[in-house]
């Protein structure tokens, strides 16, 4: 057991802890309290950056041309790239670049050249297509959306809600039941979003106001039998693995803003002086610190524990869904307190805390709310008998 | 960074497991709930055993016949050997032997000679004299006892509090101000018990009905000046370094049932039946054990984290601290809730979770109360203004 940084992980940490603080920070002085994406210019010049530093395309697996870097060290980074304002749902504002669809590497070499490989080249986008109006949670069971064969096609009807990015897509991945009830039932197919029958029928706004999320129609969509990714009724294990291990990234990035927060917090209440003395010297906001600074290392730890089982090769997902209770959680009363020791100026959009606050509200419910989480940990515990 | 046991430590905790499990519960199933000692033979029949296994007296340094084990293992046994009905105060009924009293190490080669190595060998008795009735607490200010220099002889006056074996003991370190008020003030002599004017005047009986405190009144107390350990007014740092490094082990002691009365937990859960189902099958149970299964992993990461630096001789204050607030807290509550699951059965002297109830209790207030962590963690995050 050696739980001290390697020499390589710390100076990467380094360098990325640097590019934050000189290249990115500045630049939010300019932009929208909301924005999510820079101009242009800027953002190729971000990249550049990344490239030369050798942390482009983090996402990216490295035979297809991404870093060679193991999950703990992308966690160690997603804790510092998203340590900015925008940091939760674009760290560093897309700078690193990102793999899209990591489900895309199980596809056949026919549909790796036709959406995969445009998509790494960034000429096109895509899109996930899993929750329905019916719910998120418990996807094998909620799909209602219906692909029906039809010789050499399938026909597919139904709708999908909280899907972010469909509008700006070129294409994306749509789970639809092929089958009966329950996981053996669900099939996913690749579709062109300019196909017709392919609806976006309107955007679905949060309390995050910088992305937001769609709702699609899907009336008589014609996909063709060579579309499905993977087997068919195969859809289900595609989605489950994706969720399992999109869940430790997800989790290491509600830390950063977490550790800027309780950063500016600490900063602020040695500062900041009322009825004659500063916010650091009284005991209720001492413990306030306190608080933040165990929330914030406990969940870095459980960050750190699944990514180093999934390094390993051993099974994770209970540690997986363990790091994405806790860090979602623990991020959230993190920088409420951070926000609360900053009074009127917390909740100002001169300073990032009422982004955050918003924001980390909805990664308690993405990727799983934590009722599922626990549902997991739970099954886990007690063993296979619950379902 | 390598989160794994290494091969050896695992061999190791396995082999303790099977201790605990084949020699230490068969045991106790004829032991009065609250007894804290084995009958002799079995006492050396076990002890025995621990050193055929190279482990006993963990931590004696190896210069004093110890087995060289680094503090992440010791911590890693200390786990294990917590986990049965004594295992709290009396892990394993003190089999795994152990020094104890790390100051002596520091003393002269006569004090040596007279008190650690006889201590060593098993043959005498020793107590720790720090806290007095003005307090534990910042024990700094709080010591009044004095001692006189009279020619080559101190003369020492004064009351002593909470201080465990004292009535059995045949000497002790006793702190005294020599100086001043605050830390430069106070001087550690080893005292032995049957001097004049040492007394121990009463027993202290706490929650824990195992073993209890004594109060002890010194009255023209005469120790020789070659009884100083240390330097004249240099007590507190023997004291204080003391406190810092016991917080680790100590809190890692505190896991060990926790894991235990949650493993017992989660099986009765699966047995009993109320209202038509199992216990696990209701959500509400099956989140409570969520709930334990996560603050163990907690404590666990915050002490290996806390053991580690110990180990690199980085600084681990706050890591220490951390580790101590947040074992002591999270163990209680896995108590509690694994207790609550067992119903009628958790409050019966059948089961030892009474028993760990009412001792863990005390976890929060010795080697330091929570609040007094979370002062040393508040004055590591704001830096040296606070004291």
């Avoid at chain 1, 977490?258 to 602020?268: D, L, T, W």
């Avoid at chain 2, 959500?283 to 690199?312: P, T």
Wanted: aromatic share 8%; glycine share 10%; charged share 25%.
């Amino acid at each position: 057991m050696d739980l001290s940084l390697s020499e390589e992980q710390q100076l990467i940490v380094d360098m990325v802890k640097r590019f934050v603080r000189e290249e990115v920070l500045p630049l939010e002085n300019d932009l929208d309290p909301d924005e999510d994406t820079l101009p242009p210019e800027q953002f190729a010049k971000l990249v550049e950056k990344t490239k030369e530093m050798g942390l482009y395309g983090l996402g990216i697996p490295p035979e297809y041309g991404g870093p060679d870097i193991d999950i703990t060290t992308r966690a160690l980074i997603s804790m510092e790239n998203s340590q900015h304002r925008a940091g939760l749902y674009a760290p560093c504002y897309g700078a690193f670049g990102g793999a899209g669809l990591a489900q895309l590497y199980e596809a056949t070499e026919a549909q790796k050249e036709a959406y995969l490989f445009p998509t790494l080249r960034g000429e096109k986008k895509a899109f996930f297509g899993l929750s329905e109006p019916s719910g998120g949670s418990d996807p094998a069971r909620a799909i209602q959306t219906r692909a029906v064969r039809d010789g050499d096609e399938w026909v597919i009807n139904g709708a999908k809600l909280w899907i972010s990015g469909a509008d700006r897509a070129d294409y994306g991945l749509l789970f639809a039941r092929t089958g009966g009830p329950g996981r053996g039932g669900v099939t996913c197919f690749i579709i062109e979003t300019h196909w017709p029958g392919f609806n976006v029928r309107r955007i679905v706004h949060t309390l995050r106001q910088a992305l937001h999320a769609t709702e699609i129609q899907i009336e008589d969509l014609r996909v063709p039998h060579d579309n499905i990714l993977g087997a068919e009724g195969g859809g289900f294990a595609i989605a489950n693995d994706r969720l399992s291990r999109q869940r430790i990234p997800y989790a290491a990035a509600c830390l950063g803003p977490g550790f800027k927060a309780h950063e500016m917090a600490i900063e602020y209440s040695q500062i900041r002086e009322t009825f004659g003395a500063p916010l650091s010297s009284r005991q209720g906001i001492q413990w306030m610190l306190v608080e933040n600074e165990i929330d914030l290392r406990t969940a870095r730890w459980f960050v750190l524990d699944a990514a180093a089982k999934a390094d390993r090769g051993d099974p994770f997902r209970t540690e997986a869904a363990i790091c994405k209770l806790v860090a979602s959680e623990a991020a959230g009363r993190v920088i409420d307190r951070s926000m609360q020791i900053h009074g009127g100026l917390g909740v100002a959009k001169d300073l990032p805390f009422e982004r955050w606050y918003r924001e980390i509200r909805i990664r308690r419910i993405g990727e799983g709310p934590s009722e599922v989480q626990k549902h997991i940990i739970a099954r886990d515990i007690i063993g296979a008998g619950l379902r | 960074m390598d989160l794994s046991l290494t091969e050896e430590q695992q061999l190791i905790v396995d082999m303790v497991r099977r201790f605990v499990r084949e020699e230490i519960l068969p045991l106790e199933a004829n032991l009065d709930p609250d007894a804290d000692e084995l009958a002799p033979e079995d006492y050396e029949r076990l002890v025995a055993m621990i050193k055929d296994m190279g482990l006993y007296g963990l931590d004696t340094p190896p210069e004093y016949g110890g087995p060289e084990i680094d503090l992440v293992t010791r911590c890693l046994i200390a786990i294990e050997c917590g986990q049965h009905r004594a295992g709290l105060y009396a892990p394993c009924y003190y089999v795994f032997g152990g020094a104890r009293q790390a100051q002596l190490f520091e003393a002269t080669e006569e004090q040596k000679e007279k008190y650690l190595h006889p201590m060593l060998r098993g043959e005498k008795k020793f107590f720790f004299g720090l806290s007095e009735p003005s307090g534990g607490s910042d024990p700094a200010r709080a010591i009044q006892t004095r001692a006189v220099r009279d020619g080559d002889d101190w003369v020492l006056n004064g009351t002593k509090l909470w201080i465990s074996g004292a009535d059995r003991a045949d000497f002790g370190l006793l702190f005294a101000r020599t100086g001043g008020p605050g830390r430069a003030g106070v001087t550690a002599f080893i005292i032995e018990t049957e001097w004049e004017g040492f007394n121990v005047r009463r027993a202290v009986h706490t929650l824990r009905s195992a073993k209890y405190a004594t109060e002890i009144e010194l009255n023209d107390l005469r120790v020789p000046h070659d009884n100083i350990l240390g330097e004249e007014g240099g007590g507190f740092a023997i004291a204080n370094d003391r406190l810092m490094r016991q917080r680790i082990p100590y809190a890692a002691e505190c896991i060990g049932i926790a894991i235990k009365a949650n493993e017992m937990a989660v099986e009765y859960s699966k047995v009993r039946e109320t209202f038509g189902a199992p216990l696990s099958q209701r959500q509400g149970i099956q989140w409570m054990l969520v709930e334990n299964e996560i603050e163990i992993r907690a404590m666990k990461w915050l002490v290996f984290d806390a053991a580690c630096k110990a180990d690199r001789g980085d600084p681990f204050r706050m890591e220490s601290a951390i580790a101590k607030l947040q074992c002591s807290e999270l163990a209680g509550k896995v108590v509690d809730r694994s207790m609550q699951i067992h119903g009628g059965l958790g409050v019966a002297k059948d089961l030892p979770l009474e028993r760990w109830y009412r001792e863990i209790r005390i976890r929060r207030i010795g080697e330091g109360p929570s609040e007094v962590q979370k002062h040393v963690i508040a004055r590591d995050i704001l830096g040296a203004g606070l004291r």
